[in-house]
């Protein structure tokens, strides 16, 4: 049976939107992943926001020194934990996508 041209937008915009909420979930598991432990508190902050498909979702980590693990200090190295999990969330992408049109 072939659909209608709105029922296949709405499958569309559905499809969009687990796409969109793949990527925002897996993207805050894979930075928790790649987060250093010392205390966890680091570790434990990342939070996400998702939003319906065309608008921002977000994974934040809003403890103060995540910068510099992020990023290093002059006694400390780099952990690039946000850089890591976007490089990972390109890898991954066709996986995302796939669970999602199934």
Same mark, same amino acid.
């Given at each position: 049976? *072939?659909?209608?041209?709105?029922?296949?937008?709405?499958r569309?915009?559905?499809?969009?939107? /687990?796409? /969109? &909420?793949?990527?925002?979930?897996?993207?805050?598991? +894979? $930075?928790?992943?790649? +987060?250093?432990?010392?205390?966890?508190?680091?570790?434990? $902050?990342?939070?996400?926001?998702?939003a319906k498909?065309?608008?921002?979702? &977000?994974?934040?980590?809003? +403890?103060?020194? $995540?910068?510099?693990? &992020?990023?290093?200090?002059?006694?400390?190295?780099?952990?690039?934990? *946000? $850089?890591?999990?976007? /490089?990972?969330?390109?890898?991954? *992408?066709?996986?995302?996508?796939?669970? *999602?049109?199934?």
């Open positions: 049976m *072939a659909l209608t041209i709105p029922q296949a937008l709405k569309i915009d559905r499809v969009m939107n /687990q796409i /969109q &909420e793949g990527f925002t979930v897996e993207g805050q598991q +894979t $930075a928790k992943s790649k +987060t250093p432990v010392d205390t966890g508190k680091l570790q434990g $902050a990342w939070n996400s926001r998702n498909f065309g608008r921002v979702s &977000e994974i934040r980590n809003d +403890t103060p020194y $995540a910068g510099f693990v &992020e990023n290093g200090s002059s006694t400390t190295r780099p952990s690039k934990m *946000a $850089a890591q999990t976007v /490089q990972s969330l390109r890898t991954r *992408a066709d996986s995302i996508v796939r669970k *999602a049109v199934k």
